[in-house]
């Protein structure tokens, strides 16, 4: 139902920053809770952040809390993932997903859900 494409990936140093950037097509972008998910070589995708209908809310994973922070833009049908203070251990491929359920926030599959191709992660140590 909706189209989405990251952007922003790349490799940095650990305790660098990088900004994802998640695009979306469409005319009701704020009918959709956007997610951030992550998926490291031989590990399951596992769930990073999360933001509301109109961006009052916002959730994290315990691995990255108080280092990211998920925002979007309405106007711009866009999803933002600032990540800071970066560890090796964030290294992976991220995600976005929109679907339209508040529910079980946390949670890496959903029915009606829709992904981005994913952006390649890469923090050095």
């Known amino acids: 139902q909706v189209q989405l494409v990251e952007s922003g990936g790349g490799l940095v140093q650990a305790g660098g920053s990088l900004r994802l950037s998640c695009a979306a097509s469409?005319?009701?972008?704020?009918?959709?809770?956007m997610r951030w998910f992550r998926q490291a070589p031989g590990k399951e995708r596992e769930f990073v952040a999360a933001?509301?209908?109109?961006?009052?809310?916002?959730f994290y994973s315990d691995s990255v809390k108080g280092r990211f922070t998920i925002s979007r833009d309405n106007a711009k049908n866009t999803v933002y993932l600032q990540m800071t203070s970066l560890k090796p251990e964030d290294t992976a491929v991220y995600y976005c997903?929109?679907?339209?359920?508040?529910?079980?926030?946390?949670?890496?599959?959903?029915?009606?859900?829709?992904w981005g191709q994913g952006t390649q992660v890469t923090v050095s140590s």
């Open positions: 997903a929109a679907d339209r359920s508040i529910l079980r926030i946390t949670s890496t599959t959903a029915i009606d859900r829709s």
């Open positions: 933001i509301s209908y109109s961006g009052g809310s916002q």
């Open positions: 469409g005319r009701t972008f704020s009918s959709y809770v």
